[in-house]
């Protein structure tokens, strides 16, 4: 049985800050490049 994919915006965030720290990068610096990254697409 196929589960449905939950793409609110805050379980996008979530996994994309997940996936950061799973390469490596620490949990404060992973929320501050998506924090970053949320800003610069609200300006475009």
């Not at 793409?7 to 929320?31: K, N």
């Amino acid at each position: 049985m196929k589960t449905e994919t939950d793409l609110s915006l805050w379980s996008i965030i979530e996994r994309l800050q997940r996936r950061l720290e799973r390469q490596g990068m620490r949990p404060a610096d992973a929320d501050r490049a998506v924090a970053l990254a949320l800003r610069q697409l609200a300006r475009s």
